[in-house]
């Protein structure tokens, strides 16, 4: 099948490590890539058949771009800033585009995804109303901690959790500074259980692909807690199915959403969902990968596809999707770095030559420089492994020898990881015999 877009040019929109396997499995079915973003020495541009440098919000000048270049498809990499671009390029281009102005509205701004969630009968996290003008009655009403952020950012960006009034100004701040819109929102601040709803749609079937336990760092005060890593599936993956999956699904249906790829990510707190996100694209932590392994569809290649020709192929969801992973047991392991300059890796070279270990994506090496404004950031990420078994118990070997394994060191010799999370809390083990 890959004769009909064998030599075709695919524009995609970003160029983060995390689209670099998009870029990867365009090259792998004889596809022409242009990558385009506003750093030139962004690394997915290395990968691409040609490298532009014409920013991602830049809609004239992209749709100049794909005209000067007579590409065949548009599509956005891993990065929710640029799902509006990518809608309002392909429109202008009359190329083919899984998102419509009303999906974005909805899904692309947290705060006007919060009130449509609401509408279906989806619990958003509790929120304290409070505008730029912080007056006094509204400043009254917080109960902290609270998380405050940016209505339309991404990857922790503009994230900060406040413990008092006393910062709370300066996190608005923060907040409003990485806001497009400026717009911001503060939330009660959960301390529970975390999960991702990973949805794949075509042809307006909508399957959820896979249902995951998320684990964070609580390592670094104040900052916004990054992913550690996470397992499949959900300890909570009946009561999803039980409780909220159908409305959802109805807030997709209504919405309009046919064909595409898009994420939930929620808290679990005693017996209830409270949504706080959703991407509708790619995500840079990259379920998908696990999907490949275990459903054997791979949803770079149905998106990849549906851009250069309006279809996402032959997948048939209803018989290759399952959540529950066919019995199977997978997870990422992320491995998270303190500020500093990275002088050496070690651990990485096994996991390449392990069967259980199905990718390593990384995307800070030795040389590398962790910004001090980088924690509480994926940014701070120095790379995933995504691992399969076949039994909980063989995954939690799998997951406590690459913690002791993989290392990362300063140009002092001193230790720049993150500590892991707590494999068999999360896995459920302590209640096994």
Known sequence: MNNVIDGKKLLILGANPETVPLVETADSMGVKTLVTSNRPDDMAKKYAWKACDVDGLDVPGLIALANDEKVDGVLVGVADILVPVYCKVCEALGLPCYATQEIVDIFSYKDSFKAACQRYGIHGIPE??????????????????????????????????????????????????????????VEK???????????????????????????????????????????????????????MHNNAVRMFREAGIRDGVLMLSAF???GEFYVYDTGFRLQGEAPHIIMKAVHGFDQREMLIRFALTGSEGDVDLRTQDDAKLRGKHAATLWFLLKKGRIGKIEGLDEAERDPKVIANIQRLYEGDEVLAEWPGTEKQVMTRLYIVCDSKRELAETLRHYMNTVHAYDSEGRDMLLKGFDVEKALGLEVIQ
């Open 128 to 185: 304290f109303y409070l505008d730029a003008d912080m007056k006094r009655e509204d400043l009254d009403r917080i109960v902290y901690p609270v998380m405050v952020k940016p209505a339309d950012s991404y990857s922790g960006l503009g994230m900060s959790v406040v413990y008092s009034e006393e910062g709370l100004k300066a996190a608005v701040e923060k907040a409003l500074s990485a806001s497009r819109k400026k717009r911001f929102i």
């Open 189 to 243: 601040y959960m301390q529970c259980d975390d999960m991702g709803m990973y949805y794949t749609f075509k042809d307006g079937y909508c399957s959820a692909s896979c249902i995951y336990d998320r684990f964070t760092t609580d390592e670094q005060p104040g900052a916004s807690r990054v992913c550690l890593g996470g397992v499949y599936p959900s300890k909570h993956i009946d009561e999803y199915f039980g409780r």
């Open 268 to 270: 679990y707190d005693d």
